[in-house]
């Protein structure tokens, strides 16, 4: 991140230019930064609008079982977490830092100066819930609730602003750029004096990155004999957050040291995830991680999803997750998942792989949650890299205490009521979600890994990759259920509970942007499911299931997404998303307008009790 000059002077500036009468110079004085930050929000009415639509979960497992030396880790690892969030927000909002700190300060002014020590607190709450300066509206547009730029495809990890033409076009003039620009840990930067200053500048700050990026110092050195702000370079995230990632790479260290006696192979995973974080190379951090038998705390540490960047879809944003095993769940879990390979090999597709047997899967209670990673997300599974889950496998993470939060299966179930005739309200049932997601995660161990001509999928698909692998793993799902249940090996019960779900889990309370490859990739399905005969609508607008139909039509489905990440044309995949989203005042909007009546909050807030929440 570029760490800006006089940040309040911005938000004056902006709210200023957007007419919006600050409070009086006298008062507050033009350089304060509560009064032009507030000036410039969201009305009372609309901060209100969000709050009252938003469901605070808190999450608190039981520590009183680990040692002292765990503990011990556990400070060092929420240390670390928010050295993740704040890259997360600075990540995604060049001027997240600026806020951030504004609202940490903000004193808590009388109504005399025009500005209420609640109007703050609100602000704290709405930038909290959505992890920045912008806000994603009920109506689900992205929009800043404070007085800063409107939010950018390329969030901050590419140049402010820029578009896609413009990469295209440097990228035509210098191919042999394309890996470090769209590369999934670089910050993509214009070769601007200030910026090559400033990233040289780390080489200074953490003498350890000269020994591990050779030649690149020498290299930004030329780009500044001649800058220029139309040529554009990119860093790893190790230079481009040097103090932050150094710090963070001592505390996995000292972590490390906490925990060397209880559980030493979990100490090797954090002391090698630590230089990860330098190298900008994950992959000794990633073969420990998946391959290591841990005791009862497992992390997800660093820069893995890509679902923030919506100008290409490739790059990683900061995260971590502690975690804590639920030990006799997890065992109940390995016995079920037997035949995976069975699976594997009567997916619908030509170029069947092996599959490890012992899936390192484990369910886990969340204890916080940093970055992407925050969220009521119910379970994980990584690395994404093709190469390194060849070659290690692929971690399950269930996240038990999300799961089976009481608070949120009631909104599921509120919302499926609302949805389907009456003769399948009673359909939902907390262990559907629970093995459908199991299998979600499951699904994204089994079918395409890259293309029939072996390129990454996120490579060659680009924007459309996550959507088409989100797809994949939720239809493995339902196909493995049905193997499964044809075996004999899952009852009636449970094939209708995830059958349920599946459906529950392709209904859109709002029309989905471009820009969301999971609610994009669901309604997808919807529509699919609705074109086969899956689902019809009766006369109240409501679905009706046709479960004798589910099989063929989610094989079929899974078919054709299976085939689309074998080609791995991006053309294809969006002449094939265009089809299927479509959008109508007879079907969906009725539909998304019921479950917006019911879902309640629409929003979920989480607080951790190992943060003091
Ligand atoms: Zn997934």
């Known amino acids: 991140m570029k760490r800006s000059g006089f940040a309040w002077t911005l938000f004056f500036v902006a709210a200023f230019a957007a007419g919006v009468t600050a409070a009086s110079p006298a008062a507050a004085g033009p350089a304060d930064p509560t009064s032009s930050l507030v ?89 909290r819930l959505f992890e ?10 992205r929009e800043p609730f404070v007085a800063v730029d409107p939010p950018v495809p390329g969030r901050n990890v590419y140049p402010w602003g820029i578009e896609r033409g413009e990469v295209e076009a440097f990228l035509a003039t210098h191919p042999e750029r394309r890996a470090e620009i769209l590369g999934e840990r670089t910050v993509v930067r ?4 200030e910026n090559l200053a400033a990233d040289r500048a780390g080489f200074a700050a953490s003498p350890a990155l000269r020994q591990l990026h050779p030649g690149l110092e020498e290299r930004l050195a030329a780009l500044a004999a001649a800058p220029d702000p139309a040529v554009l370079y990119a860093v790893p995230q190790a230079l481009a957050w040097t103090a932050e990632l150094a710090e963070a790479q001592r505390r996995l260290f000292r972590a490390a040291d906490a925990v060397e006696g209880d559980d030493p192979e979990f100490a ?24 290591g038998r841990f005791g009862r705390l497992n992390a997800q540490i660093g820069s893995y999803e890509t679902y923030d960047d919506a100008l290409y879809g490739v790059k990683a944003f900061p995260s971590l997750s502690l975690l804590v095993r639920d030990e006799a769940a997890t065992a109940e879990l390995v016995r079920a998942l037997g035949g995976i390979q069975e699976i594997e090999d009567a997916l619908p597709y030509e170029a069947h792989k092996r599959v490890r047997a012992d ?108 959507a088409l692998e989100e797809m994949k793993a939720d239809l493995v799902s339902l196909f493995s259920h049905h193997r499964l249940h044809a075996a004999g090996a899952i009852g009636d019960e449970r094939l209708a509970a995830v059958r349920a779900s599946g459906v529950l889990r392709t209904l859109q309370d709002n029309r989905p942007r471009a820009d969301q490859p999971y609610q994009t990739m669901q309604l997808a399905q919807l529509n699919y499911f609705l074109d086969r005969g899956l689902l019809t609508v009766d006369g109240d607008g409501r679905l009706v299931l046709h479960p004798e139909l589910y099989d063929a039509t989610a094989t079929d489905l899974l078919r054709t997404v299976l085939a689309l990440q074998a080609a791995g044309e991006p053309e294809r995949a969006a002449a094939f998303f265009a089809r299927w989203t479509g959008w109508t005042d007879e079907v969906h909007e009725p539909l998304a307008a019921r479950l917006r009546e019911a879902q309640g909050p629409r929003y979920r807030l989480v607080r951790y009790g190992a943060l003091g929440e």
């Open 39 to 127: 000036a410039g929000a969201w009305s009372a009415e609309r901060r209100q609008e969000v709050l009252d639509k938003t469901l605070t979960v808190r999450l608190a497992p039981d520590l009183s079982a680990l040692t002292a030396g765990e503990l011990q880790a556990v400070e060092e690892l929420l240390a670390v977490g928010e050295i993740m969030q704040r890259l997360y927000e600075d990540a995604n909002h060049r001027q997240a830092a600026e806020v951030r700190r504004a609202l940490a300060v903000a004193p808590a002014v009388g109504p005399a100066e025009g500005l209420e020590a609640a109007a703050v607190e609100e602000l704290r709450t709405l930038y």
């Open 268 to 291: 090797r995973y954090l002391r090698n995830r630590g230089r990860d974080l330098l190298s900008n190379d994950y992959e000794s951090g990633d073969a420990s991680w998946v391959t």
């Open 359 to 466: 899936v390192p899967l484990g369910v886990y209670e969340v204890v916080a949650d940093f970055g992407q990673a925050r969220g009521t997300n119910t379970a994980t599974i990584l690395p994404n890299d093709p190469l390194f889950s060849r070659r290690y496998g692929r971690t399950i993470l269930l996240r038990g205490n999300v799961m089976t939060h009481p608070e949120l299966f009631a909104i599921a179930d509120r919302e499926w009521r609302a949805a389907v005739a009456p003769a399948f309200a009673d359909a939902l049932a907390p262990e559907g979600g629970f093995h459908r997601t199991l299998w979600h995660e499951i699904g994204h161990y089994l079918g395409v890994d890259r293309t029939a001509d072996g390129r990454p999928l996120d490579q060659a698909l680009q924007g459309w990759a996550d």
């Open 190 to 193: 214009r070769a601007t004096a």
């Open 132 to 141: 920045g300066p912008v806000a994603t509206t009920l109506d689900n547009r």
